[in-house]
């Protein structure tokens, strides 16, 4: 519709335009109160992307994936005062509605051995707390001494004990957080215990930032109108310039938000500046549209005509400058992040409805007014020193033309270089000022504990059978030696850790019937359900890690852990031996060097020949030595004493010892000849009153045996590679047991292959399902998404302006040329960013399209007035120093007023959006100097594209 049309509308509907608007905004007030705030950043994605179905799907089955951390620090942790406040605080967590566990030194699982066997409970007794100092101090000593608490769940110098209270699926997090927060604070101050507290976590995180974002929209709107007011008052001078285009940018913000609130869109980090960037870019079309009607009514023209001309002429450039802003903010909408996507559509909805109520409100209320009188003198003097520098400048720019343009090129080379250096950051903790107290509590978290986002690798498969916990034991091994990931857990490790306490051996046991045995002891243990599901079907390996652990996991999921095994017994295979063995000792060799690295800390220990010489060790042979044989001895004693009743001699076992060590040395064991040597030493009235005794009884003392000698065996390979070893961890003993577990794993009768190995098909092929899960992944594919959505809606809206402008313009080349100066406000702004060092993240990753869409109204404002006046003069470098002159004055008192309103930003509390406010400020001025410098010189250069002949410009 073009002005004149548009004029009559506004003149026929003014009422109705006027009272349509009153509604519309008590409408938009109503819904006003429904924006609700969302800092979760699993909400980012979308919720149908893997990412966020396998985490929901983790969520449901594991009681939750989001963490909570609480670290109290105290002079010592192991006192009875501190315990006691540690055990109330482990009941109040886990009666907060939304929590579904608590992981501390109060309920941890322990697992000892006990004259009977083996006991599972917790680390300390909550109902029977140490109070002695010898109680207290044992205590201290046991648990530092233990790697699966040391470091873990309390630091390594017993200062500082944590809680991981992991909350329940579709919680409000921050709420719940709230109740952590405010029970912790209540019983440490009851306590008058003198202790620090720290919080970390993600809903920890999300609350923290909920708070900043709602007090960020309360300091900062009020502050951008103050300036808007004192801008307009001054560059207006009545009331009419001041009251109404501040209130075309408000009422435009209100419906803006409100239609979020109404469609259920939450308010986000980024959305939050929606008021305050449209309030400083939409002042602008109801300036254009007052100063014209001021103009068109100065010298005694009606309301009416002044309105008519004042649309004309206004209606077309504001709509082409508003065009270009919502091209920049919808250029979002394909973003994979769902909140910068939101942003996109509503920062657009509200610049569209800025220029709509400019357009439509501003002329329907001017209709009723009386006529503004003149505008003032601004200081009753001629700015002469401006025309002066304004020249000044012109002349330099003009005269030097090619310098100027090979300046820019420069430029353009080194914002491709600080391009190259660019990082992005999709870490919450990045949106926190350093010296803010919950990142200075999440670093030294992670300095004492590891990482803190949580990580979940969900397996599936035949959780009891040994391969399986094997492969998965040996993926925590990995992830263990990374310091950016800390206290990893599963089914397997709980499982190797009893049998250790069980057996004597830190590894999976051989069978599945053993395995059985030892989940049977576990059954009732809260940690189990968050660990394994009820069939053993499926279970997870979780663990607290870093941004930078992702690679590192990744990279072994996809080159390391095993998804299909097969069963292979090395002592009957045939085909392919060597390969497996060769295979087998290599990957007992990097367990090991594993090992070492998690003990030694801060080393990166090889052993380049540890493979070759496992190789060689795994046919060693054990003989019948005497330390042997005695202990065979005591083992067949207390089995006949204890289990089957029977008093044998000494001299007797002895030789039942050698007999039955020749025949399982020889490998072909004869159940036959076993059986007769039993009946010999068996009284014959026991033999007939229970026949089955001698078999059974044969299958004991043959388990008895082989265990003996396979202890002996690991015992013998650790001696011949304890060499290797550092001697302070030769002397630990939680480390050589380690070790002898890895061996004993080597040592299996049945081992697990790749099925690559073998190259062949077979229905025994153990499967394994695993997939990445957890806060890491999600905020690595924002990290990912994040440059993604930065190229992408980059090229969508330098594609977008610059054919609108060559639209305008009637020129592709002269369309290009006029978008010259935006590319180089890009590379400047990106240049900034690399070799500063700011991070690409939701907030700085739209500053270039915003840039472009915002800037490139001054490139557009300068061409169209270089147009009019070449038509004048005919002469190009004269028509340039005009345009410099009358329009250089406008373009950067625009470029101040906007970067000014963008500035504020800087006073929020979140580090995104403070970087947001001000490259955004810097882009302002950056463009406007660039559309008064650049581009006449590159115009004078490439003038045939904007002339055909003496006093003619193209288009």
């Known amino acids: 519709m073009k002005g004149e049309g548009l004029a009559r509308v506004v003149l026929k509907w003014r009422l109705t335009i006027i009272l349509l608007s009153a509604i519309i905004s008590i409408f938009m007030v109503i819904g006003f109160h429904k924006l609700r705030v969302e800092s979760d950043i699993s909400k980012w994605l979308k919720q149908d992307s893997p990412e ?15 963490l909570a951390m609480v670290a109290i620090e105290t002079e010592n942790v192991f006192t009875y005062p501190v315990l006691q406040v540690l055990a109330e605080l482990q009941k109040s967590y886990e009666t907060v509605e939304g929590v579904s566990g608590v992981t501390s030194l109060m309920n941890i699982v322990d697992i000892r051995g006990t004259e009977s066997g083996i006991e599972v409970s917790t680390l300390i007794d909550k109902f029977n707390i140490p109070e002695t100092p010898d109680s207290l101090k044992k205590l201290r000593n046991y648990v530092l001494s233990k790697d699966i608490y040391s470091g873990k769940i309390v630091s390594t110098d017993g200062r500082i004990a944590l809680f991981l209270i992991k909350l329940k699926r579709d919680v409000e997090k921050p709420a719940v957080a709230d109740k952590i927060r405010n029970i912790t604070e209540r019983i440490l101050k009851d306590s008058r215990l003198s202790v620090k507290v720290y919080y970390s976590g993600s809903p920890m995180l999300i609350k923290e930032i909920n708070k900043y974002i709602l007090g960020d929209m309360k300091r900062l709107v009020p502050f951008v109108i103050v300036v808007v007011l004192v801008v307009l008052f001054l560059g207006m001078r009545t009331w009419e310039g001041v009251v109404l285009p501040l209130g075309v940018v408000l009422l435009s913000s209100l ?3 409100s239609l979020m609130a109404w469609l259920n869109i939450p308010l986000s980090v980024i959305s939050n500046t929606i008021p305050v960037l449209l309030i400083a870019i939409g002042t602008a079309y109801g300036i254009h549209v007052i100063t014209r009607y001021k103009r068109n009514t100065e010298k005694g023209g009606s309301r009416e005509n002044g309105i008519k001309a004042t649309l004309r002429e206004v209606s077309t450039p504001v709509f082409l400058a508003a065009l270009t802003t919502i091209t920049a903010f919808l250029s979002f909408l394909g973003s994979y992040i769902r909140t910068i996507s939101h942003f996109g559509i509503f920062t657009a909805l509200g610049v569209f409805f800025s220029m709509l109520l400019s357009l439509l409100l501003i002329p329907a209320v001017l209709s009723y007014l009386r006529i503004p009188r003149s505008i003032e003198e601004r200081i009753g003097m001629k700015t002469l020193w401006y025309e002066k520098m304004s020249r000044k400048f012109s002349e330099v720019i003009l005269k030097h033309e090619r310098i100027t343009v090979m300046a820019g090129i420069l430029i353009l080379v080194l914002g491709i270089v600080g391009l190259t250096r660019l990082k992005t950051s999709a870490s919450l903790m990045d949106y926190f000022p350093k010296k803010s107290e919950l990142r200075k509590s999440t670093e030294l978290l992670r300095n004492e504990f590891g990482g803190d986002i949580p990580v979940y690798l969900l397996v599936k498969g035949d959780l009891k059978n040994p391969l399986v916990l094997d492969e998965m034991l040996q993926f925590e091994k990995y992830m263990r030696i990374h310091s950016d990931i800390s206290f990893p857990q599963s089914v397997a490790n709980l499982i190797a850790r009893m049998n250790d306490v069980l057996m004597g051996v830190k590894a999976i046991p051989e069978t599945k019937s053993q395995v059985e045995n030892l989940t049977f002891m576990l059954e009732g243990q809260a940690l189990l359900s968050q660990l394994v599901n009820s069939d053993y079907s499926e279970g997870i390996i979780q663990a607290n890690a870093s941004l930078s652990a992702y690679a590192k996991i990744k990279t072994y999921l996809e080159h390391k852990f095993v998804k299909n095994i097969i069963s292979v017994k090395l002592d009957t295979v045939k085909d392919a031996k060597e390969e497996i063995l060769s295979y087998w000792s290599g990957k007992i060799a990097e367990r090991i060097i594993w090992d070492l690295r998690y003990w030694q800390k801060d080393t990166l220990w090889d052993a380049p020949h540890l493979k070759d010489t496992l190789h060689s060790l795994y046919s060693l042979k054990i003989h019948a030595s005497k330390e042997l044989i005695e202990e065979l001895s005591q083992s067949f004693s207390e089995y006949f004493e204890e289990e089957a009743g029977v008093f044998l001699s000494s001299s007797k076992i002895q030789k039942l010892v050698k007999e039955f060590l020749n025949e399982v040395q ?15 030493y068996i009284p014959r009235s026991l033999v007939e009153e229970d026949p089955e005794m001698v078999g059974y009884t044969q299958d004991r003392l043959m388990s008895i045996v082989i265990e003996k000698m396979k202890a002996h065996r690991i015992q013998e390979i650790y001696s ?37 190995i073998l190259n062949v098909s077979t229905k025994d092929t153990v499967k394994i399902g695993v997939i990445y899960s957890g806060l890491l992944p999600v905020e690595k594919k924002i990290d990912e998404n994040l440059f993604q959505s930065q190229i992408r809606s980059l090229l969508i809206a330098l594609f977008v302006v610059t054919l609108l402008v060559s639209i305008q313009l009637k020129s592709f080349s002269a369309g290009f040329i006029t978008v010259s100066p935006i590319i180089l406000v890009v590379a400047i702004n990106f240049g900034i960013m690399g070799f ?36 004048k003069t005919g002469d190009v470098i004269e028509s340039l120093h005009t345009t410099i002159h009358e329009k250089g004055r406008a373009i950067v008192v625009n470029a101040l007023t906007v970067g000014l309103g963008f500035l504020i930003l800087v006073f929020a509390n979140l580090v995104p959006v403070r970087n947001f406010g001000w490259l955004l400020a810097l882009t302002m001025l950056t463009s406007a100097t660039l559309a008064l410098s650049f581009l006449p010189a590159l115009i004078l250069i490439a003038k045939k594209s904007f002339i055909k002949n003496k006093g003619e410009v193209k288009s």
Do not use: C
């Open 52 to 66: 966020i179905q396998s985490l929901k799907y983790i969520s449901e089955i594991f009681g939750g994936t989001d």
């Open 255 to 257: 419906w803006s938000m």
């Open 666 to 680: 020889n490998r072909n064991i004869d159940t036959t000849k076993l059986n007769r040597m039993v009946k010999k």
């Open 720 to 756: 011949r590679i304890a060499h290797l070893f550092p001697d302070d961890l030769n002397r630990n003993k939680e480390f050589v047991d380690e070790i002898k577990g890895e061996i004993f794993t080597f040592l299996r009768e049945e081992i697990g292959v790749p099925l690559n």
């Open 836 to 871: 500063f060092g700011i991070k690409l993240d939701s907030g700085t990753m739209m500053v270039a399209s915003i840039a472009i869409g915002i800037g490139i109204d001054y490139a557009i404002h300068f061409i169209s007035h270089f147009k009019e006046e070449y038509r």
